[in-house]
C-alpha cells in the first residue's frame, strides 16, 4: 500500500505560512509549532510554502509503486 506521511521539524518557527495555505485546515499551531492531524491529505502544498523547510513529505511502500499503477489500469481506461 502507497501512503503519504507528512511529518514537521525542529525548524519551525510557527509563521502560519502553512497553516493558512491548507485547504482541508490540517494544520494547527501548538505551542508555536505546527501539528499536522489526521485529516491531512498529503497534497504537499504546505512543503513548498514552509519558508524554513521544516515540513517533510515521504512516501512510504514506493517499491510497490508498479504493482499500484497495475491495479489502477485494471480499473480505469486509459488512453
Ligand atoms: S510554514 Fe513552516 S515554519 Fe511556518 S508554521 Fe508551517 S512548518 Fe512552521
Ligand atoms: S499536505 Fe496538504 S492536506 Fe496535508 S497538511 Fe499539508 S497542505 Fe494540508
Not at 519558508?51 to 512516501?59: E, G
Amino acid at each position: 500500500m502507497l501512503g503519504v506521511r507528512i511529518t514537521v521539524g525542529d525548524a519551525c518557527i510557527g509563521c502560519d505560512t502553512c497553516q493558512n495555505i491548507c485547504f482541508v485546515k490540517a494544520i494547527t499551531l501548538i505551542d508555536k509549532k505546527a501539528v499536522i492531524s489526521d485529516s491531512c491529505l498529503g497534497c504537499g502544498r504546505c512543503v513548498s510554502v514552509c519558508p524554513q523547510k521544516a515540513i517533510k513529505i515521504s512516501v512510504e511502500g514506493i517499491a510497490n509503486l508498479d504493482e499500484s499503477v497495475d491495479r489502477i489500469k485494471s480499473l480505469v481506461d486509459v488512453t
